[in-house]
């Protein structure tokens, strides 16, 4: 039984990676998954995904293009303030400037970045670099 979706897809993603895998289909899915892979893909980080309709409701086969180093989830979801972005990216990015976090906000699901540049605080997701 899966409990984090979102976990389960980074995963795959990592593992399809590190085999070297050229394509990865995740099933099951849901609205976040499908955010997070776009700003992963607005990034750089991975190809373009297409949605695939069957009988039990559809998968999306992401295009790896061998960018990722790492990423997973971050667990529990912090909350994080506008200017408490750094105390995160120390914790969790390998270097300053590498890297992104994924950050949900009022305005949608961003980088750390972008919602530095908004003054927008949220809840933490993932990264990746």
């Known amino acids: 039984m899966l409990n984090d979706i979102l976990s389960n897809v980074l995963s795959k993603i990592m593992n399809g990676q590190s085999r070297g895998r050229r394509t990865v289909t995740i099933k099951p899915i ?3 998954v499908r955010e997070v892979l776009k ?13 695939e309709e069957d009988a039990t409701g559809g998968k999306l086969v ?17 909350s994080v303030k506008s200017d408490n972005y750094e105390k995160f990216e120390n914790r969790h990015l390998p270097a300053r400037n590498f890297g ?4 949900t906000t009022q305005q949608g699901i961003m980088t750390h970045k972008a919602a530095k540049e908004k003054n927008l605080g949220g809840k933490l997701l993932a990264y990746c670099y």
């Open 100 to 103: 992104i976090l994924i950050v």
């Open 30 to 32: 849901s609205k976040l």
């Open 39 to 51: 700003v992963l893909n607005e990034n750089g980080y991975i190809g373009e995904s297409t949605f």
């Open 62 to 78: 992401v295009n790896l293009i061998g960018t990722i180093n790492k990423c997973g989830p971050v667990k529990p979801r912090f």
